[in-house]
Structures are given as C-alpha cells and as structure tokens.
T-cell receptor, first 114, second 113 residues
Framework: EAGVAQSPRYKIIEKRQSVAFWCNPISGHATLYWYQQILGQGPKLLIQFQNNGVVDDSQLPKDRFSAERLKGVDSTLKIQPAKLEDSAVYLC????????????FGPGTRLTVL | ELKVEQNPLFLSMQEGKNYTIYCNYSTTSDRLYWYRQDPGKSLESLFVLLSNGAVKQEGRLMASLDTKARLSTLHITAAVHDLSATYFCAVDMEETSGSRLTFGEGTQLTVNP
C-alpha cells in the first residue's frame, strides 16, 4: 500500500515570496491534515479536511496561509508571502475516518525562508 | 488548552541500559500515540494506547497509559544504537470535529556504544 506522498521534499525561497506544497493521501483516506514542525519542536496542526471540507483551521495563520482539497483527494498548502519564521517542515497526514482513526504521515517538505 | 509535556527532552544512554521517557498531559484523554522520528525523516507510529492501563510492547520498547494520572511512559530495555531517534507522544482530543493530535516537544535519544 502506497503511503502519503508529498512534494517537493525541499524548498528554499526568499522572504516575501510565495510557495506551495502538495500532498496525496493514502487511497481511501477521507481525512487529511497539514502540520507545521519547527526545528526542535513537535508537529503543530495547521488545518484538517474531511473529504473536501475544512473541519478545523483554527491554528492556520489565514493572513498568509491557505489550503485546499478541491476534489477530496490531494491537497495543496500555500504560503503567500513567506516570512523567516515559516521555516519548518510541513507534514501531511491522512486517516481513514474523521474520529478514532490513526494518522499516517508523509515524508514532509522542508522549507527554508532566507 | 491541552498541554503535553515530555521529559527528559534529551537523553544520552549507553547500550545495554534501561530508561523511561515520561509524557504528561493536562486534559482527560483515552487515546495516546507514540511516534519515532529519525533525523530528516517523517513520523513513524510505534504504539496506540486506547484505554486506562493499556500496555503495549514491541521489541525493546514498552509503552503504558494511566489516564487517571494523565501519564504515559515509554520504557526502553537494554538499549541498542539503532534506537537513537527522537520520540514523540501525542494525545488525541477527540472532538465533534474529529480526531485532533497535540504533540509533546519530543525526547531526543542518543544510545552510545
């Protein structure tokens, strides 16, 4: 069974530029999550989708971050414009159902903002 | 707001020794995960603990959950170098909106020969 796919794996941009990350969850997984993991910390949830609807985006900095999952399968996370403090690994995870379901993580995208 | 605290944050130990990592959390939850993360890699699920008193073991690692004390432990027996990694606990606060994980800060384990 293929795992959660993410691309790109690495990205270096200058501050104020825009960047987008892509995630393809495990086939059949209805719930998709985006996490931000700053170096030396645990992952922090940014946004959670159930199919193509947003379930929780309370911790998403909406002035610069946006995410979509238009067809309820793959998802993109965008940052516009990026700040230095956005340097982190962005992890995508998926789970089979909305509740009581283990999350499986992708390899992550490491973003460096200069 | 749920707080999840791990200790120690850094652990250096010799091969063959035993040690325990602690995970304390501030709000009632019956579902807790332990993950392993190698440098530059993603999170690998180790254990899912679903109820008070749950104990799970895999190789040299054993995890337990005490929901009344809001405490989980990850015990390492006779450590080997291959166990060197960062270990995270994550508490699942199931809400009407679904599963929501809050992670601890992580424990960076180094096993020395």
């Amino acid at each position: 069974e293929a795992g959660v796919a993410q691309s790109p794996r690495y990205k270096i941009i200058e501050k104020r530029q825009s960047v987008a990350f892509w995630c393809n969850p495990i086939s059949g997984h209805a719930t998709l999550y985006w996490y931000q993991q700053i170096l030396g910390q645990g992952p922090k949830l940014l946004i959670q989708f159930q199919n193509n609807g947003v379930v929780d985006d309370s911790q998403l900095p909406k002035d610069r971050f946006s995410a979509e999952r238009l067809k309820g399968v793959d998802s993109t996370l965008k940052i516009q414009p990026a700040k230095l403090e956005d340097s982190a690994v962005y992890l995508c995870a998926s789970s089979l159902a909305l509740a009581s379901s283990e999350q499986f993580f992708g390899p992550g995208t490491r973003l460096t903002v200069l | 707001e749920l707080k999840v605290e791990q200790n120690p944050l850094f652990l250096s130990m010799q091969e063959g020794k035993n040690y325990t990592i602690y995970c304390n959390y501030s709000t009632t939850s019956d579902r807790l995960y332990w993950y392993r993360q190698d440098p530059g890699k993603s999170l690998e699920s180790l254990f899912v603990l679903l109820s008070n008193g749950a104990v799970k073991q895999e190789g040299r690692l054993m995890a337990s959950l005490d929901t009344k004390a809001r405490l989980s432990t990850l015990h390492i027996t006779a450590a080997v170098h291959d166990l060197s990694a960062t270990y995270f606990c994550a508490v699942d606060m199931e809400e009407t909106s679904g599963s929501r994980l809050t992670f601890g800060e992580g424990t960076q384990l180094t096993v020395n020969p």
